[in-house]
């Protein structure tokens, strides 16, 4: 069966530090992967998109890495804030379609 | 950037009654929106893709009599959730994608209806 799986543990660490998230797939073959973050009752933000072919991106703290052989994708911030606590969320487009499909999402707690 | 605005962001009402939320896309016209639904501690589900002058496309098992969707324009798309009942209450989210369906665009969210039947 197709699965997007994230850690459902929440993440909890020091501010400062460099947090990192793992999204793995399952039977899909994506063309790209995007990683959204979302704040209690408030809908999903979008972050970053990473492409098949492309292996790392970054935006500013943020880095994404994809590995299409291991079927995974790394979310990192690095030199976290209190303010980057929230749930994360990896969603990818099922094959042959256009619908979006989200992992459950990992909640990241930054203690100051 | 492209916004979508929803409203109510929070119903608390009667099981029996029906509860209509609004999508819309506010700078930017959607032929097609999204509906989904989050479960606390869950991820967000696909419930049906809202087709701006046609028939909604359901997920399998979302009932089409239950949450009837309508998207009457290029901006605008209405979820009712007819007849709720506890069960129903829940997180519902819609989405829209400026570049269109197809497009690896990602998806512009609003934050959301907070249903709560009594």
């Known amino acids: 069966s197709q699965k997007i799986e994230q850690n459902s543990e929440a993440l909890n660490i020091q501010e400062g530090k460099t947090a990192t998230l793992t999204c793995n797939y399952t039977?899909?073959?994506?063309?790209?992967l995007q990683w959204y973050r979302q704040d209690p009752g408030r809908g999903p933000v979008f972050l970053l998109l990473?492409?098949?072919?492309?292996k790392e991106k970054r935006k500013e703290r943020l880095k994404v890495t994809f590995d299409t052989t291991l079927k995974q994708s790394l979310f990192h911030i690095t030199a976290s804030q209190p303010a980057d606590s929230a749930t994360y969320l990896c969603?990818?487009?099922?094959?042959?379609?256009?619908?979006?499909?989200f992992g459950s999402g990992t909640r990241l707690l930054v203690r100051p | 950037g492209a916004v979508v605005s929803q409203h109510p962001s929070r119903v608390i009402c009667k099981s029996g009654t029906s509860v209509k939320i609004e999508c819309r896309s506010l700078d930017f016209q959607a032929t097609t929106m999204f509906w989904y639904r989050q479960f606390p501690k869950q991820s967000l589900m696909l419930m049906a893709t809202?087709?701006?002058?046609?028939?909604?496309?359901?997920e399998q098992g979302v009932e089409k009599d239950k949450f009837l969707i309508n998207h009457a324009s290029l901006t605008l798309s209405t979820l009712t959730v007819t007849s709720a009942h506890p069960e129903d209450s829940s997180f519902y989210i819609c989405?829209?994608?400026?570049?269109?369906?197809?497009?690896?665009?990602?998806?512009?969210f609003g934050d959301g209806t907070r249903l709560s039947i009594l």
């Open positions: 969603a990818l487009v099922a094959d042959s379609s256009y619908k979006l499909i």
């Open positions: 990473i492409r098949e072919n492309e």
């Open positions: 809202s087709n701006e002058g046609s028939k909604a496309t359901y």
């Open positions: 039977n899909y073959s994506p063309a790209y």
């Open positions: 989405s829209a994608n400026p570049g269109g369906i197809y497009s690896n665009q990602p998806q512009h």
